[in-house]
Each structure stands twice: as structure tokens, then as C-alpha cells.
Nanobody, 127 residues
Framework: VQLQASGGGLVQPGGSLRLSCAAS????????LAWFRQAPGKEREFVAVISQGGGQTIYADSVKGRFTISRDNAKNAVYLQMSRLTFADTAVYYCGARQSSVWHVATVTSANKYNHWGQGTLVTVSS
């Protein structure tokens, strides 16, 4: 099982990036998928999550209105469109997949409830 995150890079404040996460050896269909991030010296924090069918999403307050999570089950992929990036968005971004499709807010926003992780992709916001 491998989750491959990509799309990170260096961007100026106010810029945009689109992260992608694709899986091999694992089917995304039927699973809750999420993005978390970890800044240097900080714990991994929740960013966004999407339900198995894509009809429900939750965002961290810090990214609400700027980031959009989406998924394409046919392509076995999940995406994070990020806009109006700020210095505070600098972090390694990880995609995660849960074993189940159960949608409970406290569960799906908790990193330790995810069974599979990608290797992370670095987003650096700098002028």
C-alpha cells in the first residue's frame, strides 16, 4: 500500500497550489480521505477531510474559505486546492485514508484515526 502525495513547492504569499494524492494497492472508494499538515517543531494538524462520496467536507478554521478538498474515486485520488496562501501554511502536507467510511467529526479530524499515510509533500510559502 502506498499513498503518493505531490504538488508541493515554493510559492509566494497570496499564491495557489494544488496538491494531489494517489494510491496504489489501496482503493480510495468507500474511505474517508483527509489532508493534514505538520510544520517544523509542531504536531501534525488537521486541514481538511472529505467523506467517501464527496458530499461532506470539514475544514480547519485556519484554511476555511481558502482551501478546497475534492476526490475522484475513478482515479483513486484526492486533491487539495490551496489559495491565498500565507506564511502560516508552510508545512509538510500529508494525505491520509481511513479504514472505514464512518463519518464522525471528532474521528475524521483526528490524525491517529487514519490507517494509511502518504509520504508528505512540502509546501513553502515565502517571499
Amino acid at each position: 500500500v502506498q499513498l503518493q502525495a505531490s504538488g508541493g513547492g515554493l510559492v509566494q504569499p497570496g499564491g495557489s497550489l494544488r496538491l494531489s494524492c494517489a494510491a496504489s494497492g489501496l482503493t480510495f472508494s468507500g474511505r474517508v480521505l483527509a489532508w493534514f499538515r505538520q510544520a517544523p517543531g509542531k504536531e501534525r494538524e488537521f486541514v481538511a477531510v472529505i467523506s467517501q462520496g464527496g458530499g461532506q467536507t470539514i475544514y480547519a478554521d485556519s484554511v476555511k474559505g481558502r482551501f478546497t478538498i475534492s476526490r475522484d474515486n475513478a482515479k483513486n485520488a484526492v486533491y487539495l486546492q490551496m489559495s491565498r496562501l500565507t506564511f502560516a501554511d508552510t508545512a509538510v502536507y500529508y494525505c491520509g485514508a481511513r479504514q472505514s467510511s464512518v463519518w464522525h467529526v471528532a474521528t475524521v479530524t483526528s490524525a491517529n484515526k487514519y490507517n494509511h499515510w502518504g509520504q508528505g509533500t512540502l509546501v513553502t510559502v515565502s517571499s
